[in-house]
Every structure is written in structure tokens, then in C-alpha cells.
């Protein structure tokens, strides 16, 4: 039919430009992100892509539902303005039949959000976490970058190198600083180097000096060494046994439905219902007056869109904490949101309806005076 094939190929049109526009933002946010966390320590700087597309990957169905949203608003909005949709009105067609051709050109989308919201969201988080902590539970030594003053893991120590041009085994101008409850000690040498023992390594410090303080007496003690043998072992990546919700598979959620589980089902399928229940909405919010020139309706469209998500989740911190049962909440705010979706179809439907059917009356009016 010529009225769905318009609306879709419109539709997909404004769909794909949106969808375009929001990963270049979304994209560069995270890349901004993701690079000062390398710089910061919290991640490997060769590691910064692959941290990029895990977490792309794992915000994609919100960026999916939001151009979604957009489009329809975009596209239904464009044709209030160019007073396409008097003509649709005037030839029968209501609002509420423009619902059919918008599904049924987003429910690939849909599909795509349900396959990664219950798949791929856990897959993505639980790599992206794994990453850091393999990163962060290294040696304080592998986390030594040559010519930057570098932090350990506990905050107590603080490293300073310079890698050796002839052997990059080897380093020159260490400085070491430690510091705990008891007293700070700084070393520095002329070189250093990593020895293996078996399973153990050892760093090799020569021709060096060591100054201790004890912060509780204030005693100074000032030592020089040819060479200093220090124990620093390698720290394996622990594996944790208690994951965070968002990095459980769905399955796994469902076989044990303890409160933090049933909160992270909530917002998993809070959001593939948000996404379906924003198409109904977007038809509704779409309505602008042709005569102005504002486009106040998509101001309005992505508030909704603000506090519907964070009223997805409140419902999660909700079931989470026990203050509501899964079923609650998500009947609770996608049955409202819904309801108001239908309200205001049918409330945007009786207005148009009025509109139409009053000059008429009008103009009958006025052909009974004149005779």
C-alpha cells in the first residue's frame, strides 16, 4: 500500500541518518574516556580499542532505542510541517494507523536490541571487567612505564624509570618511593634489572642508596648498596567468584532469582519494553503545528525519553533493594507508560478529528444564512 510504504521508507531513511549521528557522538565520548583512563593507570593503553568496542557494544541497544525514537519523532514531525499529515487526515487515515508501518519497520530493530540486551550485554561486560582486573591485579613491576612516574595497585609505592637503550631487559635511574603507617623509604639507583628464580622474580637493584624514615620517632637512617636484591612476585588474576549482575548471562539470572538478579531482569527486559512502548509514544509526541516554527515536539520527545530510562533504573534499584517484586515493577512503569502512549493516540486522534469536522459545520452554518 502506498500510505506504508511512504511512512516506512521515510522511516528507515531518518532511522539510519539518526542512528549515524548518535554512535559518532556516543563513539567519541567513550574514546574520550577510554583513552584518559590509560592515562590515569586503570587500563592497558594497547587495550584502549578493544575496551572501546566492548563498551560500545554494551550501551548499543539504549543508542538503537533512542534513534528509534528519534526517527519516528523526526519523520512524523517532518510531515505535520510540510502538511502531509492534513492530507492522510483528510482522506480517512488517523493517527493510530500510522502505529502499523512504524512497527513494522522496527521490529528488526527490536530483535536486534532483545538478542543484545539478553546476550550480548553480559558477554561485553564480563570481558570489559576481566580486562581491567587483568590489568590492575599485575605485578607493581609490569605496571612501570618507562620515563612516568607510576603508582601500585595499593597506592603505597611510587615508581620512576628510564629503559636502557642497549638492553630493554635492563633499566637506568630507578627511583622507588614506599610509604606506610610506620615510615617512608626512598631508594634510587644507577641501574636495575629482573631476575628469575624458579617461580619467583627478583628485581636487582646496583649502585644505589636507600633513605628511611620512621614517621613515629623521626629517625633518619641514610644506606648505600652496590646491589639490592628485592622479592617481587607476580600476582595471578584472581577469579572472582561473585560477579556484578550486569555480567551474569540471562540463563544464569533466571536459575537463581535472588534480588540484585530479578533487578538486573528488570532493566534487560525493562528496556526492550521501553524501546517498543517509545514507538507509541513517539507517534503521539510527534504532533507540531505546521505555522511554527519550533520543533518544541522532539524537546519534548527526548525529555520523555530522560525520565523514561531513569525511571527504568529506579525500578532496578527498586527490585534490587527489595522495595518491589519484578512483576510489580515492570507492569508498574511500562503498563503506565503504555496506558499514556494509548491516551495520548487517542487524544491527538479525537483532537484532529474535531479540527477536521468543524469548518465544515462552519461553512454549513454560513450557507444556511445566506439562503
Do not use: K
Request: net charge positive.
Amino acid at each position: 500500500m502506498l500510505f506504508d510504504a511512504t511512512v516506512r521508507r521515510e522511516l528507515a531513511r531518518s532511522f539510519g541518518a539518526t542512528l549515524v549521528v548518535i554512535l559518532t557522538i556516543v563513539l567519541t565520548m567513550f574514546l574520550i574516556r577510554s583513552i584518559g583512563q590509560a592515562a590515569s593507570g586503570a587500563v592497558a593503553p594497547q587495550d584502549v580499542v578493544l575496551l572501546l568496542g566492548y563498551v560500545s557494544l554494551g550501551h548499543l541497544p539504549t543508542m538503537l532505542a533512542l534513534s528509534l525514537f528519534v526517527a519516528v519523532v523526526l519523520t512524523l514531525g517532518r510531515m505535520y510541517r510540510d502538511s502531509e499529515m492534513v492530507i492522510w487526515f483528510a482522506s480517512g487515515v488517523g493517527l493510530a494507523r500510522f502505529v502499523r508501518p512504524v512497527l513494522r519497520t522496527a521490529w528488526p530493530v527490536l530483535l536486534v536490541v532483545a538478542l543484545l540486551l539478553l546476550f550480548v550485554w553480559p558477554w561485553g561486560n564480563r570481558s570489559s571487567l576481566e580486562l581491567r582486573e587483568r590489568y590492575q591485579q599485575r605485578s607493581d613491576l609490569s605496571r612501570v612505564t618507562p620515563g612516568v612516574f607510576q603508582t601500585s595497585s595499593d597506592g603505597r609505592r611510587v615508581f620512576f624509570i628510564e629503559r636502557d637503550a642497549a638492553d630493554p631487559a635492563a633499566a637506568r635511574n630507578v627511583f622507588i618511593l614506599m610509604r606506610d603507617e610506620r615510615g617512608e623509604s626512598v631508594t634510587s639507583a644507577r641501574s636495575g634489572r629482573l631476575e628469575a628464580a624458579g617461580d619467583e622474580r627478583f628485581l636487582v637493584l646496583e649502585r644505589g642508596q636507600r633513605n628511611d624514615v620512621d614517621l613515629r620517632s623521626g629517625e633518619l637512617a641514610l644506606s648505600s648498596f652496590e646491589s639490592y636484591r628485592v622479592l617481587a612476585p607476580d600476582r595471578a588474576v584472581r577469579s572472582a567468584e561473585s560477579r556484578p549482575p550486569r555480567t551474569v548471562d540471562t540463563l544464569d539470572l533466571l536459575r537463581d532469582p535472588n534480588a540484585r538478579h530479578q533487578g538486573e531482569l528488570v532493566w534487560r527486559f525493562g528496556l526492550l519494553l521501553g524501546a517498543a512502548n517509545l514507538l507509541l509514544l513517539g507517534v503521539g509526541l510527534a504532533a507540531t503545528n505546521p505555522r511554527r516554527a519550533s520543533n518544541w515536539n522532539l524537546l519534548f520527545a527526548l525529555l520523555a525519553f530522560v525520565v523514561y530510562y531513569n525511571l527504568i533504573n529506579l525500578s532496578q534499584a527498586w527490585v534490587a533493594g527489595e522495595r518491589a517484586s519484578m512483576g510489580a515493577a515492570l507492569l508498574g512503569v511500562h503498563g503506565t507508560v503504555f496506558g499514556l502512549g494509548l491516551a495520548l493516540l487517542w487524544w491527538r486522534d479525537h483532537a484532529t478529528v474535531t479540527a477536521l469536522l468543524r469548518p465544515r459545520r462552519r461553512t454549513g452554518a454560513a450557507g444556511g444564512a445566506a439562503a
